[in-house]
C-alpha cells in the first residue's frame, strides 16, 4: 500500500500508509498523555517533605556508617561461609533436579508431549515465578529457620531457571548428530550420552556458574527472613542502627560477588 | 541383499514423497540414487534403516525384513547398515578416535561405551581404519578441528567399524569440493569393492555419479524413473528425471578419463 502512483508514469514510495501514520501518532499521544497523568498522581500522594529532606539524612547515614567497624569482621566469617555454602549447595541441588526436567521438557527428547511435557513445565514455570525470599519464608516455617532452609529455597528457586535454559539448549542441538549415533544401532541411552550429551555440555556449564553467580547474591539476603547466612547480621545491624556494621557487611558482600563474578567468568571462558 | 517392495512413506503433511517404490541391490554392487531435490531420495534412505518410519512397503536385508521388527531387534539390525551424511553429523566436540567407536555403540553395553573402555579388538579396529583413510595421526583430534574432506573420511570409518553389510550414504559429497568429492567417492567405492559391501548413495552430481558407480537409479516425485547403467543416462533421460534443460555439458562423455587428475 505505501506504493501509490504519482498521476504520471512514475511510483512513489512512503515507508507507512497515511491511516497507519495517523494511528502511530495516536498512540504517541495517549502514551504521553498517560505519563503526565501518572506523574501527576504520584505527586500529589507523595509527601514532598521528606524527599527534599532525603540527601540530608543520606549524608547523616553516611557519616554514621564511616568509618565501618572493622572489628566487627570476626563475627562475619562463619556468616559469609554460611552464604556461601547455601548458594553451591543450592545450586548443586538445582541442576540435580533441572536435569531430568530439561530432558522431559524438550520437545525432541520428552517421551511425551501430551502429558510429560506439561508436567515439566509447570515445574519450571511454578519454580521461577516465585522468589526465593517467599520460598525461604514458606521452608523456614516448615523446616524451621537456618542455613538448611536457605539451601532448599535457592536450590527450588534455581531448578526452574536451569531447566528452562536447559531444554532450550537442548532443542536447539543438531538433529544430523543424533541421527547419526541413532543409525549405529545404539540404544537411547546411548544416543543420549553421544548424541546429545556433548552438545549440550557447554551450555549446562555456562548456565550453572550464571545461576551460582546469581545465588550468591540471593544467598546474602535470605538472613534476612532467617534463613541463615549473612543477612542475618545485616538485619540485626539495621535494626539496631549499628550503621558502622551495616557499611561493614555492605563491602563484605560486594567483595564476595566481585570474588564470585570474577571465579564465574574465569570458568565460563575456560570451557567456551 | 537389499529389497525393497512396494515402500511407500507420506508425510504427516500430505507429502507423498515415496509412492511404491520396488528395488533390489545385490551384495558388493554401489548404486547411486540421483534425482530432483525433493524426489525422495533421502527419505528412501532413511526408510531402510527407519530413522525414518515408512507408511507402507517391506524392506529385506538378507533374510531379515527391517520393516517388521521391534525396537530392539531394529537396532540389531541397523548395526548391519552403515550410514554417511552430507555434513558428516560428527560429534564435533569429541575426539576423531570416539567417533570412530561411536560406530560400535550398537555392539558394546551403556557404561563401557559411557566411561570409553571399548574392547581392545574396537581400538585395534578404528586404528586401521583410520591408517587405511590416511588419518591416523588425528586420532586424537576433536572433530571440529578437521576440513571437511577429512571429516567426511571419520564418517566413513565410523560406518565401517559398525562391520555393515550395506551402507547407506546421503550426499556424501555435497559440501565438498570438486577435488576431495571425488577423493571420497573413490574411497567409498574402493571400500565397498575391498569388503564386497552393498551400497546407496544419494548424489546430485550427475558425472560423479557417473565415474564411480555400476548402476544408477533416477527417483522423480518418490517414483523410479530410470534404472540402468550410467552409460545409459542420455540427455532424453536426464530430462525424465530432472526436467527440461541442456544436459550436454553434465552427462560424462564416452572415452573421456574422469580419473583426470586428482
Given at each position: 500500500m505505501p506504493v501509490f502512483p504519482l498521476g504520471d508514469d512514475r511510483l512513489g514510495w512512503t515507508r507507512r500508509t497515511p491511516v497507519a501514520r495517523l494511528v502511530r501518532w495516536a498512540g504517541w499521544l495517549i502514551g504521553v498523555a498517560a505519563f503526565v497523568w501518572c506523574w501527576n498522581r504520584i505527586s500529589e500522594v507523595t509527601t514532598w517533605f521528606f524527599v527534599w529532606?532525603?540527601?540530608?539524612?543520606?549524608?547523616?547515614?553516611?557519616?554514621?556508617?564511616?568509618?565501618?567497624?572493622?572489628?566487627?569482621?570476626?563475627?562475619?566469617?562463619?556468616p559469609i561461609?554460611?552464604?556461601l555454602n547455601i548458594a553451591t549447595l543450592g545450586t548443586l541441588i538445582a541442576l540435580c533436579l533441572a536435569v531430568p526436567v530439561a530432558f522431559l521438557a524438550a520437545r525432541n527428547t520428552t517421551p511425551s508431549r501430551v502429558f510429560v511435557r506439561p508436567v515439566a513445565l509447570l515445574i519450571i514455570v511454578s519454580t521461577r515465578s516465585i522468589n526465593s525470599l517467599i520460598w525461604a519464608l514458606l521452608l523456614i516455617a516448615i523446616i524451621g529457620p537456618g542455613v538448611f532452609a536457605g539451601i532448599i529455597a535457592i536450590a527450588i528457586r534455581s531448578i526452574g531457571f536451569c531447566a528452562k535454559l536447559l531444554?532450550?539448549?537442548?532443542?536447539?542441538?543438531?538433529?544430523?548428530?543424533?541421527?547419526?549415533?541413532?543409525?549405529?544401532?545404539?540404544?537411547?541411552?546411548?544416543?543420549?550420552?553421544?548424541?546429545?550429551?556433548?552438545?549440550?555440555?557447554?551450555?549446562?556449564?555456562?548456565?550453572?556458574?550464571?545461576?551460582?553467580?546469581?545465588?550468591?547474591?540471593?544467598?546474602?539476603?535470605?538472613?534476612?527472613?532467617?534463613?541463615?547466612?549473612?543477612?542475618?547480621?545485616?538485619?540485626?545491624?539495621?535494626?539496631?542502627?549499628?550503621?558502622?556494621q551495616v557499611s561493614l557487611i555492605l563491602i563484605v558482600i560486594l567483595l564476595a560477588v566481585i570474588i564470585s563474578e570474577w571465579v564465574s567468568a574465569k570458568i565460563r571462558g575456560a570451557i567456551v | 541383499m537389499l529389497k525393497i517392495e512396494k515402500l511407500v512413506k507420506t508425510y504427516k503433511t500430505g507429502d507423498k514423497a515415496l509412492?511404491?517404490?520396488?528395488?533390489?541391490?545385490?551384495?558388493?554392487?554401489?548404486?547411486?540414487?540421483?534425482?530432483?531435490?525433493?524426489?525422495?531420495?533421502?527419505?528412501?534412505?532413511?526408510?531402510?534403516?527407519?530413522?525414518?518410519?515408512?507408511?507402507?512397503?517391506?524392506?529385506?536385508?538378507?533374510?531379515?525384513?527391517?520393516?517388521?521388527?521391534?525396537?530392539?531387534?531394529?537396532?540389531?539390525?541397523?548395526?548391519?547398515?552403515?550410514?554417511?551424511?552430507?555434513?558428516?553429523?560428527?560429534?564435533?566436540?569429541?575426539?576423531?578416535?570416539?567417533?570412530?567407536?561411536?560406530?560400535?555403540?550398537?555392539?558394546?553395553?551403556?557404561?563401557?561405551?559411557?566411561?570409553?573402555?571399548?574392547p581392545q579388538s574396537d581400538v585395534n579396529e578404528a586404528f586401521r581404519l583410520l591408517d587405511r583413510v590416511g588419518l591416523l595421526e588425528m586420532a586424537d583430534k576433536r572433530a571440529d578441528e578437521l576440513s571437511g574432506g577429512q571429516r567426511q573420511r571419520v564418517g566413513i570409518c565410523r560406518a565401517l567399524i559398525q562391520n555393515p553389510a550395506l551402507l547407506l550414504v546421503d550426499e556424501p559429497t555435497a559440501s565438498l569440493d570438486p577435488k576431495t568429492s571425488r577423493q571420497i567417492m573413490r574411497l567409498i567405492t574402493e571400500l565397498c569393492a575391498e569388503r564386497k559391501l552393498a551400497a546407496i548413495v544419494n548424489i546430485h552430481d550427475v558425472a560423479l555419479a557417473q565415474m564411480f558407480v555400476q548402476r544408477v537409479i533416477g527417483l522423480r516425485f518418490g517414483a523410479i524413473e530410470f534404472d540402468g547403467l550410467p552409460t545409459a543416462l542420455t540427455p532424453e533421460v536426464l530430462t525424465a528425471i530432472y526436467g527440461e534443460e541442456d544436459w550436454q555439458a553434465t552427462i560424462r562423455k564416452d572415452g573421456e578419463s574422469g580419473e583426470l587428475s586428482v
Open positions: 529532606d532525603a540527601p540530608r539524612i543520606a549524608q547523616d547515614i553516611l557519616a554514621r556508617a564511616t568509618p565501618p567497624r572493622w572489628s566487627y569482621m570476626d563475627h562475619l566469617w562463619v561461609w554460611d552464604t531444554y532450550e539448549a537442548i532443542e536447539e542441538i543438531d538433529p544430523a548428530q543424533v541421527e547419526a549415533i541413532t543409525a549405529t544401532g545404539a540404544s537411547p541411552l546411548q544416543v543420549m550420552s553421544y548424541g546429545i550429551v556433548p552438545q549440550i555440555l557447554p551450555a549446562f556449564a555456562g548456565i550453572a556458574v550464571f545461576r551460582w553467580d546469581i545465588n550468591i547474591r540471593e544467598s546474602t539476603v535470605l538472613g534476612l527472613v532467617g534463613a541463615g547466612g549473612i543477612g542475618l547480621q545485616l538485619s540485626s545491624s539495621l535494626n539496631t542502627l549499628a550503621w558502622p | 509412492k511404491a517404490v520396488d528395488m533390489e541391490v545385490p551384495r558388493g554392487q554401489v548404486v547411486s540414487l540421483i534425482g530432483p531435490s525433493g524426489a525422495g531420495k533421502s527419505t528412501l534412505i532413511r526408510c531402510i534403516n527407519r530413522l525414518v518410519e515408512p507408511t507402507s512397503g517391506k524392506v529385506w536385508l538378507g533374510d531379515v525384513e527391517i520393516s517388521g521388527l521391534n525396537a530392539g531387534a531394529l537396532r540389531r539390525e541397523r548395526r548391519r547398515m552403515g550410514m554417511i551424511f552430507q555434513e558428516y553429523a560428527l560429534i564435533e566436540r569429541l575426539t576423531v578416535m570416539e567417533n570412530v567407536l561411536s560406530g560400535r555403540l550398537g555392539y558394546v553395553g551403556f557404561w563401557r561405551s559411557f566411561l570409553r573402555r571399548y
